[in-house]
């Protein structure tokens, strides 16, 4: 018969484990209370009329693509650092730095040959679209952002090659945008989530923070900060329809003793 005491641990471990899934459970909930009466309560939208800036050529599959990197006064801007400051982020953490910009519908066009072709009209802040104009390191990243932004929303593949259109600030028309009337409501942060004993390093532990937000009216985002903690190659989502649940399997990363 095995020894009852080398059970205890075991025992101990899973009691722990399942404190911290109740508390995660419950934060989760009260996170979408909240998100429930934020959906009710925040007005949803504003609409702007953005300004001309420059526009870029590219294509994708379909043919010609063209962005028109537009500003207004009413979109907030990024935070302020200076350029050495963001090569820095950067290069620490890609995900740490975020330019707030409306991704407006693909409208169809003609080029300058009389060909058809689709427009995309991508709006920043203004000031920091007049601080751009002198850098040709953030006129870099705005393309990118938005061009990623764009594959993103609407299951693009882009060209990552383009260039500058030299005579035209933009191409077609700049339509109004809807865009929220307040900065995204933070639902919930779950920063209380500490890492299983075992996995706690001499010089602290690594905190994993799960963020919601109400990105759009109808898009509710899950942000998940796991530093150090999670093998991303095996990890893996799936979407139980009949539950309405979102099953995530993060396998942990072994620490050494």
Not at 102 to 114: C, M, R, V, Y
């Amino acid at each position: 018969m095995a020894d009852s005491k080398l059970l205890v641990p075991e025992l101990s471990e899973e009691e722990t484990m399942g404190a911290e899934r109740a508390r995660f459970e419950e934060l989760l909930l009260q996170a979408s209370k909240e998100f429930q009466q934020t959906q009710t309560s925040r007005p949803e939208s504003t609409q702007i009329q953005p300004q001309p800036g420059f526009c870029i050529k590219t294509n994708s599959s379909e043919g010609k693509v063209f962005i028109n990197i537009c500003h207004s006064s009413s979109i907030p801007p990024p935070a302020d650092m200076t350029e050495d400051e963001l090569l820095q982020m950067l290069e620490e953490d890609q995900a740490g730095f975020r330019i707030p910009m409306s991704l407006g519908e693909p409208h169809a066009e003609l080029d300058a040959k009389g060909q058809g072709c689709t427009a995309f009209d991508v709006a920043v802040n203004s000031d920091f679209y007049r601080r751009m104009q002198n850098s040709d390191f953030l006129r870099e990243l705005v393309v990118i952002i938005a061009r990623e932004g764009l594959e993103d929303k609407y299951r693009l593949q882009l060209n990552p090659e383009w260039r500058m259109l030299k005579n035209r600030s933009f191409l077609g028309s700049l339509s109004q945008q809807n865009i929220r009337s307040q900065q995204r409501p933070r639902i919930q942060e779950l920063g209380n989530l500490c890492a299983p004993d075992s996995l706690r390093l001499e010089e602290g532990p690594e905190k994993p923070h799960l963020n919601l937000w109400l990105e759009a009216p109808d898009l509710l985002l899950a942000e998940i900060d796991l530093p150090k903690l999670i093998n991303s190659d095996e990890s893996k989502a799936a979407f139980h329809r009949k539950r309405k649940q979102l099953l995530v399997a993060m396998p942990l990363l072994s620490v050494p003793s």
